[in-house]
């Protein structure tokens, strides 16, 4: 399998998180790469971290950070002004179709790799994600 590349999308965080979600929303039957350039910077939190606890959002105004929520797990995030992010989507199919995490990690490598390669990008894995 070979995930297209959707191309790169530079847009604040809100934006950025609305589009996975419109992606994951979307139930798709194949392999999805998407990159984003965050700008203005912000600061992503996880599906489940609670908003409050060391994340002040007066101060983080006050430095010019917005605050979005990832659509997926995780812990906080600071994506910098003109930060490159690397989105996979896959369907759950896909990923269940695997008898280990460690091939489906390879693999994801590889179409990571592939597609970032098609938008211009230069880049390499290790050797076992390229053998495939």
Do not use: C
């Amino acid at each position: 399998m070979k995930p297209l590349p959707l191309g790169v999308l530079e847009a604040p965080g809100g934006v950025q998180m609305r589009v996975d979600q419109a992606l994951l929303d979307a139930k798709l039957e194949e392999a999805l790469v998407r990159v984003g350039v965050w700008d203005p910077p912000a600061v992503s939190i996880g599906r489940g971290q609670a908003p409050e606890g060391p994340l002040d959002p007066a101060r983080l105004s006050k430095k010019g950070l917005g605050i979005v929520r990832r659509p997926t797990g995780g812990l906080t995030i600071l994506h910098e002004r003109g930060t490159l992010t690397v989105h996979l989507v896959a369907p759950r199919a896909i990923l269940d179709s695997y008898e280990s995490i460690d091939k489906a990690g390879l693999d994801m490598a590889k179409w990571i790799a592939q597609a970032l390669r098609r938008l211009g990008f230069n880049v390499s894995t290790w050797p076992e994600a390229e053998r495939g």
